[in-house]
């Protein structure tokens, strides 16, 4: 089955840049999504189609797609950032597949 | 406005059948785009993809757990119902109902979420 896979975590100091990638089992690669969830919250929207954001989503989240992997970028951490991060996309099926996440932490 | 709210029993038995209800406002799933679709989470792990029923009726479903789940869904209501046989104790999660638009052949992202239901699966 397709599977979707990012570090299990990631941290930076506030200011810095966050990348978070995921990366596709295989070919071909659906667009990617980009969800933020913090502790007992329903999960955000942040991106999607790779690199499209939101209203209302701040423009220091970012989205890029390389072969068969996508990195989330959050340029200029600030400590409200600090949650999980869960890419999404979808196989040939129709069958949506999320990443295992990556807790980010603002040190 | 859009809104969705899940509904459904916050305990099961194992071996049981669980139905889950979304009731959404602010759309319409007789539009053409609109879809629902259905998500969990087990306390303290990652998300999981159940589900999602768009528009034209059309349905799709986890690979790993299609044998067991049924979407469906009563436009006049503004309801998604999500049936899930044989519960397990490792079903037990927060199950969440989230809007998806498909517009030019591409899906928009799950843009509009629910609050959650946490569902315990124990004797």
């Known amino acids: 089955s397709y599977e979707l896979t990012q570090p299990p975590s990631v941290s930076v100091s506030p200011g810095q840049t966050a990348r978070i990638t995921c990366s596709a089992d295989?070919?071909?690669?659906?667009?990617a999504y980009w969800y933020q969830q913090k502790p007992g919250q329903a999960p955000v929207l942040v991106i999607y189609?790779?690199?499209e954001r939101p209203s209302g989503i701040p423009e220091r989240f970012s989205g890029s797609s390389s072969g068969t992997t996508v990195t989330l970028t959050i340029s200029g951490v600030q400590a409200e950032d600090e949650a999980d991060y869960y890419c999404?996309?979808?196989?040939?099926?129709?069958?949506?597949?999320f990443g295992g996440g990556t807790k980010l932490t603002v040190l | 406005q859009v809104t969705l709210r899940e509904s459904g029993p916050a305990l099961v038995k194992p071996t049981q059948t669980l139905t889950l209800t979304c009731t959404f406002s602010?759309?319409?799933?007789?539009?053409?785009?609109?879809?629902v679709s259905w998500i969990r989470q087990p306390p303290g792990k990652a998300l999981e993809w159940l589900a999602l029923?768009?528009?034209?009726?059309?349905?799709y479903y986890s690979t790993s757990l299609k044998t067991r789940l049924t979407i469906s869904k009563d436009t006049s209501k503004n309801q998604v119902v999500l049936t899930m046989t044989n519960m397990d104790p490792v079903d037990t999660a927060t199950y969440y109902c989230?809007?998806?638009?498909?517009?030019?052949?591409?899906?928009?992202?799950?843009?509009?979420w629910g609050q959650g239901t946490l569902v315990t699966v124990s004797s």
């Open positions: 999404q996309s979808a196989d040939s099926s129709g069958s949506w597949v």
């Open positions: 295989a070919l071909p690669k659906q667009y």
């Open positions: 029923i768009d528009w034209d009726d059309d349905k």
């Open positions: 989230a809007r998806i638009i498909r517009s030019g052949g591409y899906y928009d992202g799950f843009d509009y």
């Open positions: 189609k790779d690199s």
């Open positions: 602010g759309f319409s799933l007789s539009t053409s785009g609109m879809c």
